[in-house]
């Protein structure tokens, strides 16, 4: 018989049969090997143990200690585990997919009846039950005549129209978890026994369209959550519970910052304490990058489609654009122009404008540019996902043997500023060429070397994502890690030089030619809303005093006081911290506990001693005991606690 070899991590090589399962070859090297396999990695896929293995490749064997994969395994093991058990409570349900996610997956259903939470609790007592049968998986190739006579008998439309979306020249894989079954990819456990029974939690219920279009059927999509173990699981469920009370939308009417109503869906209107933070948050952003080098430019928000058309985005990016026809005067038909759902096209018209010589690079071009993209409905989120946002976007326009210091001269930026807003957790994501891209290897090599030595020199190591770039260039991600430990992408750093070169940008080289500049997009904090958001929520509502919208109330005990507290507060207010007066006829524990929930830093209490002796009792936030301070000391404090970190 033909034999292959196989490549294992150590350089060892060892020749098998063609067609080896990785669960013959983990038992070829230790039967214990073979009691602890769940998977392998061959050629850097995800390998079931029993699918066979036809030609030369390398190869690891997964156990439960290998995080990715079992995570992988467990969370998709279990969206098929819970579409069984509903199947098996409801058995007239329609099952259609069911995709793993971060820290768990979800599966969507076709019921008549909505799920209840006890729905869900009966729901996850069934997979425990088929957990502890320790059914046996198996997974077979089928023709797609079997696979539609299948589904079709079984009343399974939503499967039949999935198997019919299958392309011709894939393979059509069946699963079996005891006696049911799913159309699947995989790879999947031996066993159901395999998959932890006291790991997972069922958490919600929302709704869905099949396959994401608002023309087709309202499904039921079950969220659940799955660890390792049920320790992992607590941990998740307690970060669960600390970020419902830190939804930057709770946080947000606590703090009187914003809203948002179904006449502007996904647009935000932003109360004077939410446009504090904003407009102070601008601020801040704007000062960094005058400092380090940026003309600051504008662009129309609303610009003609043949530009869009000519920088590639009306045929890749329509669909999410708002489109706006004028009838203009004496035209024959109707203009068409878009919202414009990202600057970089606009900043190269400015570029474009004169002459440019290779001694005017590199250009650093910034804008805080309103954009308008599409999101569907069941998509927005607050101000996390929204359809009108504003980029702290720039663009730099360099030369390509520039990349590399202009890379790490934004990552150094970016470090001080994530340090300056309160991140000092975050790492750094490098995705490299994909397959099918353009530009030749010697290009890409450069590329990608600039970017990693850009991130070594600024001191930050990288995380390689192979595979993961634009068709047309390489880039990084920078990923923080807020206060209960989860992760949001917001930086970027992406290298372009297809754009230049599709909007005829240039300058004149050293030799007196025409070359095109590259294009690095960039931003620090993606969009002011969805960071703004985060900020909330990493803070937990108490933003730093510099940032924070109201820093202090200077609240009267008695009606006598109210002179003073007025005095107070013109001070502070001329020291350069937002201050105001609260002399309502109210209790002061009750003006305490009403400032603490909007989340103010700092309350002075001011009653007749305070008067005569011309001091405040002051309260902090999140603090019970209170301390008496003169006015010119609280004054000095604050003052220089108001400064923002760049101006200290």
């Known amino acids: 018989m033909a034999q292959i070899s196989l490549t294992f991590p150590d350089g060892n090589i060892r020749n098998f049969d063609v067609g080896v399962t990785p669960a013959q070859v983990a038992q070829a090297i230790a039967p214990s090997l073979a009691k602890a396999a769940i998977s392998a990695m061959v050629d850097g896929q995800h390998w079931d143990l029993q699918w066979p293995i036809h030609s030369d490749a390398r190869i690891s064997i997964n156990t439960m200690k290998d995080d990715g994969p079992a995570l992988e395994l467990i969370r998709h093991d279990l969206a098929h585990i819970m579409a069984r058990a509903v199947q098996e409570i409801w058995p007239d349900v329609k099952v259609t997919i069911g995709p793993v996610r971060d820290y768990g997956w979800f599966y969507d259903f076709d019921r008549a009846e909505p799920f209840t939470p006890d729905d869900l609790g009966q729901i996850e007592a069934k997979m425990k039950q088929i957990i502890n049968a320790r059914d046996p998986v198996r997974t077979e190739i089928w023709s797609r005549a079997d696979a539609l006579a299948y589904y079709e008998s079984r009343g399974e439309p939503y499967k039949v129209e999935l198997v019919h979306k299958i392309p011709e020249d894939q393979d059509l894989r069946m699963y079996w978890h005891g006696d049911w079954q799913d159309l699947c990819r995989g790879p999947h456990f031996q066993h159901t026994g395999q998959v932890p029974a006291d790991a997972f939690k069922l958490t919600h219920v929302a709704g869905a369209y099949w396959l994401g279009d608002a023309s087709r059927p309202m499904l039921q999509r079950i969220y659940g959550v799955a660890f390792k173990n049920r320790d992992d699981l607590k941990a998740h469920m307690t970060m669960l519970e600390e970020a419902a009370k830190r939804d930057h939308r709770k946080l947000g009417r606590e703090m009187n910052l914003f809203h948002m109503q179904e006449e502007a ?5 932003w109360h004077p304490n939410g446009w504090t933070i904003y407009t102070t948050l601008q601020d801040y952003m704007r000062r960094q990058q005058r400092r380090d080098g940026y003309v600051e430019v504008n662009t129309p928000q609303v610009v003609n489609r043949k530009l869009w058309e000519a920088s590639g985005h009306w045929e890749n990016y329509r669909e999410n654009m708002f489109i706006v026809e004028v009838d203009e005067e004496g035209a024959r ?12 096209p606009c900043h190269v018209q400015i570029f474009n404008v004169g002459l440019k010589s ?9 804008e805080f540019g309103s954009c308008a993209r599409y999101e569907p409905s069941g998509a927005l989120h607050g101000i996390m996902r929204v359809r009108g946002f ?6 730099v326009f360099c030369t390509l043997d520039q990349v590399e210091a202009e890379s790490k001269k934004f990552i150094e930026f970016l470090a001080k500023i994530y340090s300056d807003l309160g991140f000092d957790k975050w790492r750094v994501k490098l995705s490299t060429r994909p397959e099918k891209r353009v530009g030749s290897d010697e290009i890409w090599d450069k590329m990608e070397a600039a970017l990693a030595n850009a991130c070594m020199a600024a001191g930050y190591p990288y995380e390689l994502f192979p595979g993961e770039g634009a068709f047309y260039a390489p880039k990084l991600e920078f990923v923080l890690t807020d206060a209960i430990g989860r992760d949001w992408q917001c930086g970027t750093l992406q290298l372009d030089p297809n754009l230049p070169e599709r909007l005829d940008a240039s300058y004149i080289g050293e030799d007196g030619a025409k070359h095109r500049p590259f294009m690095l997009h960039r931003a620090c904090l993606g969009s002011f809303e969805r960071f703004i958001g985060i900020l909330i929520e990493n803070h937990a509502g108490k933003l730093p005093f510099w940032l924070a919208p109201r820093q202090v109330v200077v609240a009267s005990i008695v009606s006598d006081a109210d002179p003073f507290v007025e005095e107070v507060v013109t001070a502070l207010t001329l020291a350069g911290v937002r201050a105001e007066a609260d002399m309502r006829n109210e209790k002061i524990n009750y003006k305490v506990r009403e400032h603490s929930v909007g989340k103010v830093p700092v309350i002075l209490a001011i009653g007749m001693k305070e008067v005569e002796e011309r001091t405040v009792s002051v309260r902090r936030l999140g603090e019970t005991r209170t301390e008496t301070m003169t006015l010119e000391a609280i004054v000095a404090e604050l003052s220089a606690a108001a400064l923002p970190p760049d101006m200290r």
Do not use: S, W
Request: charged residues 25%; hydrophobic residues 40%.
């Open 265 to 269: 869906p996904g647009q935000i209107f």
């Open 358 to 366: 290779y001694r005017d690079l590199p250009i650093r071009m910034a």
């Open 390 to 395: 504003t980029q702290d976007d720039a663009h």
């Open 333 to 344: 038909e109707k203009v068409v122009n878009a919202l414009k759902p990202m600057n970089c």
